[in-house]
């Protein structure tokens, strides 16, 4: 009897894993299509002739997209439901590939990217929320973490395409985002074969499809028991509307999501993932092609602390490892910022500064923001939540893309990196003071907190 119950649930979590590598194929597009812009750039910026304030722009139109994306992925899945509105996004992603590989000017590529924008701001809301509305509880945080782990590998990817397409000379940023297009269609046929999201299915009435997806991805026991956790959860929340949000307990859940999810941007990553490029050759000598090499490097190590953070999410617990993250950020960065002022400047230090960087940040906010954001909502109000969430991401990281080649201008590098630092050591004390852990608890035990008599109900 223990044989077979343990054979059941082991190809249960299987099966869980399995679908969220199908809808974590949206964070890899994800990752891709955000960080192939950093080796298209020196050569789109010499073809076009480009000011500092143009490359920002051609930065951040996708940036662009992605809030409206984010902002409306609530609202079309909720009507609709997670999975098909990630078909659409999927759809989306493969023409706006296409299309950024084919522009006559600068029009069209923005018109383009921005498409590929909204395909991404809506995977970005989705495919975590998704993931963990499947998700037995014991293995949420490392199955929302796929996604995390996926967008990763999408943007190694991009380093390494880049790199390999460096060497064609003029047009050789066409292929860069051209290739886009082939992950594009697996992550549209994959997602023909995943079911609903059962918490989804139930808001709708649909509970005996929802039973079948739970019992798919726990047993039968385990299936009754979440299935009637969901629809307590429903019965809970009363018709929906933004003011919702606004309630006490939901409105401070959403406080601290909002916020935490801002800090992962104005932290300054992508600095690194959209303009490592520019940043290297521009301020630290090298050549484009020696420049997109490193950032191969760069993606290397984003990839592998990525699969530590999955690792020991769901045993450390969400804030011990962005407490020790956004240390080490900060650290990394007031370090980058004294190497950046130094005469000559030590390009192995910048580059292990820059390492050290990303790898801290990998192994913290990049996993442990989006794994937050996931699990801190009722069932009725994540999706707008998430969105709302989600917004705030793409608000706050266009704030910083749009930004940064300005600042460097203006400040120096070493003053840049430095208010970083000091927004690292704002992370650090927020997460500290007024972040819950969330480790090994289930959505609807979550969900009690933000409750009149919860724990933050108030």
């Not at 490029?277 to 050549?287: C, W």
């Not at 953070?309 to 769901?314: K, N």
């Not at 069932?379 to 705030?392: E, H, K």
């Amino acid at each position: 009897m223990t044989i077979a119950l343990n054979a059941r649930t082991s190809g249960a979590r299987g099966y869980a894993y399995l679908i969220s590598i199908v809808a974590a194929l949206s964070g890899l597009l994800f990752g891709f299509d955000t960080a192939v812009i950093n080796g298209a750039l020196p050569f789109l910026r010499d073809e076009f002739r480009l000011t500092d304030w143009e490359v920002e722009l051609v930065a951040g139109v996708l940036l662009w997209g992605c809030a409206v994306g984010s902002a409306m992925a609530g609202v079309i899945s909720d009507r609709f439901g997670r999975r098909k509105t990630l078909v659409y996004a999927a759809i989306v992603f493969a023409v706006a590939a296409i299309g950024s590989a084919i522009p006559r000017g600068l029009t069209d590529l923005a018109i383009a990217r921005f498409a590929g924008g909204l395909a991404v701001g809506v995977a970005s809301v989705l495919a975590p929320m998704y993931i963990a509305e499947v998700s037995p509880p014991d293995v949420r945080g490392r199955l929302v973490s796929i996604n995390q782990f996926a967008i990763v590998i999408g943007v190694l990817s991009a380093y390494i395409i880049n790199w390999k397409l460096a060497f064609m000379g003029p047009g050789n940023w066409r292929w860069m985002f051209g290739v886009a297009a082939v992950p594009s269609v697996m992550f549209f046929i994959g997602l023909l074969f995943i079911p609903e999201s059962p918490r989804w299915l139930v808001h709708r009435g649909f509970d005996t499809l929802a039973r079948t997806v739970l019992a798919r991805v726990s047993n039968p026991h385990e299936a009754d028991e979440e299935l009637n956790a969901i629809r307590i959860s429903l019965r809970e929340e009363s018709a929906f509307s933004y003011r919702e949000l606004l309630k006490p307990g939901i409105r401070r859940a959403v406080v601290l999501g909002c916020v935490l999810m801002i800090l992962t941007q104005i932290t300054g990553i992508n600095t690194i993932i959209y303009y490592g490029s520019l940043l290297l050759r521009d301020h630290a000598g090298q050549s484009a092609t020696s420049a997109i090499g490193a950032n191969v490097l760069i993606g290397t190590t984003n990839f592998f602390t990525t699969i530590l953070a999955m690792a020991t999410i769901d045993r450390l617990g969400r804030k011990p490892l962005l407490m020790i993250g956004s240390a080490g950020m900060c650290a990394a960065l007031v370090g980058l910022g004294i190497a950046f002022g130094m005469t000559p400047q030590p390009y192995p230090v910048i580059v292990g500064m820059i390492l050290c960087y990303v790898g801290c940040f990998s192994l913290s906010l990049g996993c442990g923001g989006w794994v937050y954001l996931s699990e801190l909502y009722p069932t009725a109000v994540r999706a707008r939540a998430m969105s709302l969430g989600t917004l705030c991401v793409w608000l706050s990281c266009l704030l910083v893309t749009m930004t940064f080649l300005t600042l460097m201008q203006a400040l120096g590098a070493t003053r840049v990196f430095w208010m970083y630092a000091s927004l690292c050591a704002v992370t650090f004390f927020f997460v500290w003071l007024a972040m819950p852990e969330t480790k090994g608890r289930t959505l609807e035990e979550i969900q009690q907190w933000w409750t009149p008599g919860g724990r933050y109900g108030k």
